[in-house]
C-alpha cells in the first residue's frame, strides 16, 4: 500500500492536480510594482469598524498602484452565515466607496478570472491540495476523538508543557499507511493534519509591512487542514485561495499574528511565494475607568457601520477619519490640502502604528462637522432630505414641501471664508434649524437673556416690529436700526463703549438684539439674525411676536 493509494481513497473524486490549478489560475499580467489586495468577510451582515477600515486600506494601497483589489467571501463556519449576509457587506462597502474590481459583487455574481471567489464553492480546488498533501507525505489522517484530544491538552496542561497536537502527543502521526487506509474503509472518522516539520527551537524571521522584523519559533504542530465533513480551516483555506489568486499583499488584524509561523511554513511546504503581509493594530477605545479596550461590536454601537448611517454622519467624512487613523501623516495632508481627495494621498505602511488605533468619536464628529460645513446648501438639503426618508418621515416631508426655504436656511453663513459648524450630522439638522418651519414652532419654551422682564421684552418688541422694521432694509442699514432701538431703551449702541462704561448704561446692543432673536427662535444662540429675519419676512414675524405677547 502506497502514500498514493491513500490519497486516491480518501479522495476518489479529484481530478486535477496542483500543475493544473497553476495552469488555470496563472501570475496575474500586471506590471511588478501593482498591488493585489483582497477583503474577504465571512457572510455575518455585519461590517464593524475594524472590517470597515482593513477593507479601506486594502482598496486603497490596491487604487495608488493601479492594482486590483478584490471581494472574497470566507463561507466555511456554516454556524456564522446569515440571510442576504453577502448582500449586506456589498451594500455596506458600497456605502464607503469600498467597489471590488473582481469576486463577489452581487449576491449570485462573482466577476473575474480567479474564482469562485466564495469559498464554500471551492472545495474541490482544496481537496486537490490536500490530496497532494497526502501523497506526498506532508499531511495525515487523524482518527483522534474528543476525548483523546482533551487527555493529551489534560495531560499538558499538568506537566506544564505547551498545548497542541505535536511530537509525541501526535498520536496518529506515525500510522502506517496500511493502517489508516484499513481505518478508512471501516468508515472512521478523522480530520487531516498537517506533518508539521517544523522544530519550536528554531526561529523564523517575518517582515511585516507594519512592524517591521518579527522573530518566532517555528511551527510544530500539526494543525488540522480539514475537518471531518471535509471543509477546509482557515489556515489551508487561505493560504490556497491566496495563492490561486496571486494576492501580493494581506492585509488583516494583529489577533492573527500568532497564526503566521503556520501560514508561512504551508506557504513554503506548497512551493508558495509567500506574500506581504501587514498586520494591523486593533481599533482601541478608553473605556469609562480610563483603560485601553479593543472596540467592541456588543458593547460599543459606534461599531458598527449601521450607527453612522443612522446618525447621518455623511460617508466621506468617515472615509476621511478612517484616513486619519489609518495613515499618521494624513491629517497634515488634510490641513494643508482642505479640499484635495484622498486619492492625492499616498498611503505609506510606515505611517501605520502598530501599537492599536484610538478610536475618537469626537474627533470623528469633528471632521463631520468640518466636511458638513464646507458643501453647497443644496447638497446638505438633499443628504438631509435623504436621511429624513429613512429615519424621520415627518421632517421630510417638511423638508419637501419647503425644498427652495430649506436650502435658503441651510445657505445661512456659508458662503463665507469661515462658514457656521452648527451641524455636525445629518440627523442634528433638525434640532438646528426646526423653528425655521411653523410647523414645529407650536409648545414653545423661551430662553431669554439678559432681558428677561415681560413688560419690557413687550416694548422692545413692539417698538421695533411698529418703529424700526423694514423688510427692505440691508444689512448695514438694519444694525444701524438695532442701534437706535438700543439707545430708546437705554441699551449702549457701541459695544467698546459699554465695556469702558458699563455702569452707565442697562446693558448693550447685543442684549436687544437677543431679545429679537429669542421671540423668532425660542434661543439666544442661532445663526445670523438678519438672515432669519429675512428668511421669515414681515406676516411671520409679526405672528410671532404677538404669539409671544
Known amino acids: 500500500m502506497t502514500r498514493k493509494d491513500l490519497a486516491n481513497l480518501m479522495f476518489p473524486n479529484v481530478v486535477d492536480t496542483i500543475y493544473t490549478l497553476e495552469e488555470k489560475y496563472p501570475k496575474r499580467n500586471l506590471e511588478e510594482n501593482k498591488v493585489v489586495t483582497r477583503y474577504a468577510p465571512s457572510p455575518t451582515g455585519f461590517i464593524h469598524m475594524g472590517n470597515l477600515l482593513s477593507a479601506f486600506i486594502a482598496r486603497k494601497i490596491a487604487k495608488d498602484t493601479n492594482g486590483i483589489f478584490y471581494l472574497r467571501i470566507e463561507d466555511t463556519d456554516n454556524k456564522r452565515k446569515v440571510d442576504n449576509g453577502i448582500t449586506k457587506i456589498l451594500q455596506d462597502l458600497a456605502n464607503f466607496s469600498i467597489i471590488p474590481d473582481e469576486g463577489v459583487v452581487e449576491e449570485d455574481k462573482q466577476i473575474g478570472n480567479y474564482g469562485p471567489y466564495i469559498q464554500s464553492q471551492r472545495k474541490q480546488i482544496y481537496d486537490v491540495y490536500a490530496k497532494y498533501m497526502i501523497e506526498n507525505d506532508l499531511a495525515y489522517p487523524c482518527f483522534c476523538t474528543e476525548e483523546q484530544l482533551e487527555n493529551i491538552r489534560t495531560n499538558q496542561e499538568q506537566k506544564k508543557e505547551r498545548i497542541g497536537y505535536y511530537s509525541k502527543y501526535a498520536t496518529c502521526r506515525n500510522l502506517s499507511i496500511d493502517e489508516a487506509y484499513k481505518r478508512i474503509k471501516n468508515n472512521e472518522k478523522y480530520v487531516i493534519r498537517l506533518k508539521s516539520k517544523g522544530d519550536f527551537d528554531k526561529r523564523i524571521i517575518v517582515n511585516d509591512l507594519v512592524r517591521g522584523k518579527i522573530i518566532f519559533p517555528e511551527n510544530d504542530i500539526d494543525h488540522v487542514l480539514i475537518k471531518s465533513d471535509g471543509i477546509p480551516v482557515y489556515h489551508f483555506a487561505h493560504v490556497i485561495d ?200 407650536t409648545n414653545l419654551d423661551y430662553k431669554w437673556g439678559k432681558i428677561n422682564d415681560k413688560k419690557e421684552i413687550s416694548e422692545i418688541l413692539s417698538t421695533y416690529i411698529n418703529k424700526y422694521y423694514n423688510e427692505e432694509d440691508d444689512k448695514d442699514t438694519w444694525f444701524d436700526k438695532i442701534k437706535q432701538l438700543a439707545e430708546e431703551f437705554g441699551y449702549c449702541s457701541n459695544i467698546k463703549e459699554y465695556k469702558l462704561n458699563p455702569d452707565n448704561y442697562k446693558g448693550n446692543v447685543s442684549d436687544i438684539a437677543t431679545v429679537i432673536r429669542v421671540a423668532l427662535t425660542t434661543t439666544t444662540i442661532s445663526p445670523d439674525l438678519y438672515m432669519i429675519l429675512k428668511l421669515l419676512k414681515e406676516n411671520r414675524i409679526k405672528n410671532r411676536f404677538n404669539k409671544l405677547l
Open 242 to 441: 491566496d495563492h490561486l489568486m496571486r494576492t501580493t499583499h494581506i492585509l488583516r488584524g494583529e489577533e492573527w499574528l500568532s497564526s503566521l509561523p503556520l501560514h508561512i511554513q504551508l506557504f513554503s511546504m506548497l512551493n508558495f511565494e509567500i506574500p506581504k503581509y501587514a498586520h494591523l493594530g486593533l481599533v482601541m477605545k478608553i473605556d469609562e475607568n480610563g483603560t485601553r479596550r479593543k472596540l467592541s461590536k456588543r458593547k460599543d454601537p459606534e461599531s458598527a457601520i449601521s450607527f453612522y448611517h443612522e446618525k447621518g454622519v455623511p460617508i466621506e467624512a468617515v472615509k476621511l477619519y478612517l484616513m486619519t487613523i489609518a495613515n499618521s501623516n494624513f491629517e497634515a495632508f488634510l490641513d494643508a490640502n482642505p479640499n484635495a481627495s484622498i486619492d492625492e494621498f499616498k498611503f505609506d505602511f510606515k505611517k501605520v502604528s502598530a501599537s492599536g488605533t484610538l478610536f475618537d468619536l469626537d474627533k470623528l464628529l469633528n471632521i463631520s462637522r468640518n466636511y458638513i460645513s464646507r458643501l453647497k446648501a443644496e447638497e446638505v438639503y438633499d443628504y438631509t432630505l435623504n436621511w429624513a426618508k429613512e429615519y424621520d418621515i415627518e421632517f421630510a416631508k417638511i423638508l419637501e414641501k419647503y425644498k427652495n426655504y430649506s436650502i435658503e436656511i441651510f445657505n445661512i453663513e456659508r458662503n463665507q471664508k469661515k462658514p457656521r459648524k452648527d451641524y455636525e450630522t445629518f440627523s442634528t439638522i433638525k434640532s438646528q434649524v426646526w423653528y425655521m418651519y411653523d410647523e414645529y414652532f
